[in-house]
């Protein structure tokens, strides 16, 4: 069945374009281009044509949290699959070149600053984030846009203002596509709500830049923040498009890890410390703590073999060792604990369940993907969206309010409805479709 995602004809006047005159009345900047603006190639038949775009992908692909590298290794291939240059690749915006880059002191970090109020937190990383912007993510923008014919910014949670974050690193990146004469578009972004007024102001005059050719958010929420944020002063209504995480298999392999007779059910373990830090309503730690105990010890009851798992980020990991002794006591050998480095590695354990129970909501996509069905730990919009234009809201269940007696029945359902094929077909040929909008939009504008 139709989910409602949107598509643009990119021979019609849909094309989203830039207006003739900005919100406050004036004309747009209009800078001049080359004339020949790509590279071209001999077709063999007497005509020159464009080449390939070389692509350039503003995210953060190597965060620790491997759902990041996922959304993007796919958005990539993708592209390159539909016809851009090989030579289409990532920017991570934290100026990580690699899996695993960067990880010295983020969990001391990061709880630092939840034991901090929020006012407080916002001042005190101010200056850290003028060091590195102009220490690091300046220089490193810089030498790596270099050669591009066009660029995107997304996917992942991006548009959004935690601590200066990203307004910060989005502002230095369309700085590039400026001073190179670039057009760029918004791709498969989350959009949040709750910016601070410098964070608004930082982002309004960023993406009232004269080179933005279009906006596509991933999922119905972002696109009413965005149209109420950014939308005037963008000049762009924003337009939904799948998560190319959904693409993960198409482009890896399904596997099977765990030798064992029982049915398979994943944990995917998430920390009390990353849930406080981007949402409101975090359960008390140690109601956490015995709900994951009481989750595993419920299904290796119900017959399952457990595997608890994370995405990969060092709070997650830290936090899951220290769990590991009670949930080894309580399962014995009906657990395993995997470990992954990269996200293959991480579609790998994901693709060998029959069911899921999990917080990151690229766990989920993943499972999605490779047909698994998952309980999604409803914490934040973003995976009661990805959840409901699936049809599968039936599974979601929050964990403050659902005993985990409760969540193991909702995982038994789970696992004996599976995921419409229809449904899925469709969903993966979205996705499919969204990043062929964002080529033919970039080609036309190049």
């Excluded at 620790?64 to 690749?89: F, Q, R, V, Y």
Aim: proline share 6%; charged share 20%; net charge neutral.
């Amino acid at each position: 069945m139709s989910t409602g995602f949107q598509s643009i004809q990119t021979n019609s006047s849909a094309i989203p374009v830039r207006p003739a005159s900005l919100p406050d009345g004036s004309a747009p900047m209009v800078l001049a281009r080359p004339a020949m603006a790509l590279p071209v190639e001999w077709t063999g038949t007497g005509t020159l044509k464009p080449a390939p775009l070389r692509i350039r992908l503003f995210n953060v692909k190597f965060s620790p949290n491997l759902g990041d590298g996922l959304l993007s290794e796919c958005l990539e291939k993708a592209l390159i699959a539909l016809g851009a240059s090989e030579d289409t690749w990532s920017i991570d915006l934290a100026g990580r070149q690699a899996y695993g880059d960067g990880l010295t002191g983020r969990l001391q970090i990061m709880s630092a600053l939840d034991r901090m109020p929020k006012w407080l937190r916002r001042h005190v990383i101010r200056i850290p984030l003028a060091i590195q912007a102009y220490r690091k993510w300046h220089p490193h923008y810089a030498t790596c846009v270099e050669g591009a014919n066009a660029i995107a910014i997304g996917g992942g949670n991006l548009i959004s203002d935690i601590d200066l974050n990203f307004p910060t690193k989005l502002t230095l990146a369309i700085r590039e596509a400026e001073r190179l004469q670039l057009p760029f578009v918004v791709y498969a972004s989350g959009v949040t709500p709750d910016w601070t007024a410098r964070g608004t102001g930082m982002m309004k005059k960023a993406f009232a830049s004269p080179f933005l050719r279009g906006v596509f958010v991933r999922d119905h929420d972002s696109k009413i923040l965005w149209d109420e944020k950014l939308g005037e002063a963008s000049g762009f209504k924003a337009i939904v498009v799948r998560d190319p995480g959904l693409l993960a298999s198409d482009f890896i392999s399904p596997s099977r890890l765990f030798a064992s007779e029982r049915p398979v059910a994943g944990v995917g373990v998430m920390s009390h410390i990353a849930i406080r830090y981007h949402a409101d309503n975090a359960p008390d730690p140690a109601y956490l703590e015995n709900w994951y105990v009481d989750l595993v010890g419920g299904l290796v009851e119900k017959g399952y073999h457990a595997v608890a798992f994370t995405n990969g980020s060092p709070e997650d990991v830290v936090y899951l060792a220290k769990l590991r002794p009670r949930l080894q006591a309580i399962a014995g050998d009906a657990i395993s604990f995997p470990v992954q480095d990269t996200p293959s590695e991480l579609c790998a354990i994901i693709s060998s369940l029959d069911v899921l129970v999990a917080y990151r909501m690229h766990a989920v996509i993943a499972a999605y993907s490779f047909g698994v069905p998952a309980v999604g730990l409803a914490w934040d919009r973003k995976l009661r969206s990805f959840m409901t234009s699936v049809n599968r809201d039936e599974f979601l269940c929050e964990v403050a309010r659902t005993k985990a007696a409760a969540a193991v029945e909702l995982a038994c359902r789970a696992h004996l409805t599976p995921i419409s094929r229809v449904e899925h077909k469709q969903a993966l040929s979205e996705a499919w479709e969204g990043v062929t909008q964002l080529l033919e939009v970039l080609e036309a504008a190049s």
